[in-house]
Nanobody, 114 residues
Framework: VQVVESGGGLVQAGGSLRISCVASGSIASIDHMGWYRRAPGLQRELVAVISDKNVTNYIDSVKGRFVIAKDNAKNTMYLEMNNLKPEDTAVYYC?????????WGQGTQVTVSS
């Protein structure tokens, strides 16, 4: 499955964005998919995970602000990001969890200004 991320942009602190990940094939049966991000100078980190049964998990720094969801009929996964902070600035990617040898998309840039 190949993925294409979109929806990033520039937003002020406290604002919201919804980013999307469209897959080339069915995502319904994938055990776990997630959103990752890579901030400048840092390693890529897993931010949010959703299972095939729609069980979700988040890292502490985004709990209560981000919501991961997917629409199996559209082969699309979303990340709703609210109350954004400058430290959320990063390139956001979607992929399997764990990614293993799966290829990465180009990501979508999210920039939060203070």
């Amino acid at each position: 499955v190949q993925v294409v991320e979109s929806g990033g942009g520039l937003v002020q602190a406290g604002g919201s964005l919804r980013i999307s990940c469209v897959a080339s094939g069915s995502i319904a049966s994938i055990d776990h998919m997630g959103w990752y991000r890579r901030a400048p100078g840092l390693q890529r980190e897993l931010v949010a995970v959703i299972s095939d049964k729609n069980v979700t998990n988040y890292i502490d720094s985004v709990k209560g602000r981000f919501v991961i969801a997917k629409d199996n009929a559209k082969n699309t996964m979303y990340l709703e990001m609210n109350n954004l902070k400058p430290e959320d600035t990063a390139v956001y990617y979607c992929n399997y969890v764990p990614p293993g040898q799966k290829s990465w998309g180009q990501g979508t840039q999210v920039t939060v200004s203070s």
